[in-house]
């Protein structure tokens, strides 16, 4: 398994007190460095979900912004991130990792998910919740994640469903993904990759039962 060096996250550190070109510039030595051994590890994730999944695309975010229409003019993102997408029609889901010193975490799930998804995964909240529930109620799965993030939501329902339903809580989520935080003692550790990867193989109960959802109508008749 491949560790993560602290020079990854003192970049990082500094790059958020000198965010500009000029600097960036200066320093691009340490920052290929940098994503050299940023590269072996996600790699090294890779593999290892390859053990128990299967993944069709490794995908490393820019680290340039696009500042067109944000407020926020700073040229670069002061976290490096990448997403993992899981293969196949039938394999739905996607692992996500950040690194930013402070505030590294990971995620999956279904964040953005397009209209015609929403709308089954809500329709189905509308049916029944007992299985997505026991999934997120799980010991283990509520310790790490606690539940759905809840930064994305309508204020009380979405078109067509009753504001009174009593799966309210989980269908006006506009997103179906959880998250983790981790110290930078744990990004720097030598099991932090281990640690990731338990983290991930948690999600696998949601990716299941979501992708039997997305993959089936109403009736559960697939549509693959």
Not at 184 to 213: A, C, G, Q, T
Request: net charge positive.
């Amino acid at each position: 398994m491949a560790i993560l060096q602290k020079s990854i996250l003192s970049f990082l550190d500094k790059l958020k007190k000198n965010n500009n070109r000029d600097w960036m510039m200066e320093h691009k030595k340490e920052y290929q460095s940098n994503e050299k051994i940023l590269k072996q590890f996600y790699s090294s994730v890779e593999a290892s979900l390859n053990i128990t999944d299967e993944i069709s695309k490794l995908k490393v975010f820019r680290i340039n912004r696009d500042v067109r229409f944000s407020k926020n003019k700073a040229p670069y993102n002061v976290h490096r991130s990448v997403s993992f997408s899981r293969a196949g029609a039938h394999r739905r889901g996607g692992y996500y990792l950040r690194i930013e010193p402070g505030n590294s975490a990971m995620a999956g799930g279904f964040f953005s998910p397009e209209a015609s998804d929403l709308f089954r995964i809500r329709k189905e909240f509308e049916i029944d919740t007992t299985e997505i529930r026991e999934i997120l109620n799980h010991k283990k799965f509520k310790k790490a994640f606690g539940g759905f993030n809840q930064s994305y939501q309508v204020k009380t329902a979405p078109r067509n469903f009753s504001k009174d339903d009593k799966n309210i809580d989980l269908i006006k989520l506009k997103n179906y993904f959880v998250e983790c935080k981790f110290t930078d003692k744990e990004v720097l550790s030598e099991d932090f990759e281990k640690k990731l990867m338990d983290h991930y193989l948690l999600l696998r109960p949601l990716f299941n039962y979501m992708s039997e959802v997305l993959t089936t109508d109403l009736n559960g008749v697939s549509i693959l």
